[in-house]
């Protein structure tokens, strides 16, 4: 089973600045099958991103998805007020599927 | 426009049963494999189980295995999980997820649209 750790847990930054989000995986991930979810509180997860780099259907380009093998990384070029809430990475290249335990993106 | 529309969530004693129904709307039901996603309060997501398309095909993760079963209806455009012998580390709100496709090839572990999610709480 691959797991995935995300890292920082929580981010503080403010509107207008870079987000830097990481997701390491115990073993590599096939076909860099890494996807990037965002939520919101009392919210459904959103797709952001899919195949490490793939954006999916209306993500702004200010999202960015980078990566190979164990190491993957989420940017937010520039953070948006609607950003700030928590992300997750999840790979689904092996069974059984798996997700990261998120990152809290908050404002500073 | 595609919906999932969860239901069946509430209150059961360990030992339990329930039975979780999601009606999908919007797309052509029989074509997409299908999973269910859970996510325990304050917690993170958690796969729990995946159908195919057909139902012939069904995938559980380890915690459920041997107590959950996964189905699907799409006469009635109706994906189900029967879980069995609750526990209190069920405790979740439970989503149901459609596979994200794009440009004809269906990526089955990705999600791209997802229920409200229903809750399921199991406490004596």
């Known amino acids: 089973e691959i797991v995935l750790t995300q890292s920082p847990g929580t981010l503080s930054l403010s509107p207008g600045e870079r987000a830097t989000l990481s997701c390491r995986a115990s073993q590599s991930v096939s076909s860099s099958y890494l996807a990037w979810y965002q939520q919101k509180p009392g919210q459904a997860p959103r797709l952001l991103i899919y195949g490490a780099s793939s954006r999916a259907t209306g993500i702004p380009d200010r999202f960015s998805g980078s990566g190979s093998g164990t190491d993957f990384t989420l940017t937010i070029s520039r953070l948006e007020p609607e950003d700030f809430a928590v992300y997750y990475c999840?790979?689904?290249?092996?069974?059984?599927?798996?997700f990261g335990q998120g990152t809290r993106l908050e404002i500073k | 426009e595609v919906q999932l529309l969860e239901s069946g969530g509430g209150l059961v004693q360990p030992g339990g049963s329930l039975r979780l129904s999601c009606a999908a709307s919007?797309?052509?039901?029989?074509?997409?494999?299908m999973s269910w996603v859970r996510q325990a309060p304050g917690k993170g997501l958690e796969w729990v189980s995946a159908i195919s398309g057909s139902g012939g095909s069904t995938y559980y993760a380890d915690s459920v295995k041997g107590r959950f079963t996964i189905s699907r209806d799409n006469s009635k455009n109706t994906l189900y999980l029967q879980m069995n012998s609750l526990r209190a580390e069920d405790t979740a709100v439970y989503y149901c997820?459609?596979?994200?496709?794009?440009?004809?090839?269906?990526?089955?572990?990705?999600?791209?649209?997802w229920g409200q999610g229903t809750l399921v709480t199991v406490s004596s």
């Open positions: 997820a459609k596979p994200h496709c794009t440009n004809g090839v269906c990526y089955a572990g990705v999600f791209d649209y």
């Open positions: 999840q790979q689904y290249g092996s069974s059984p599927l798996g």
């Open positions: 919007g797309f052509t039901f029989s074509s997409y494999a």
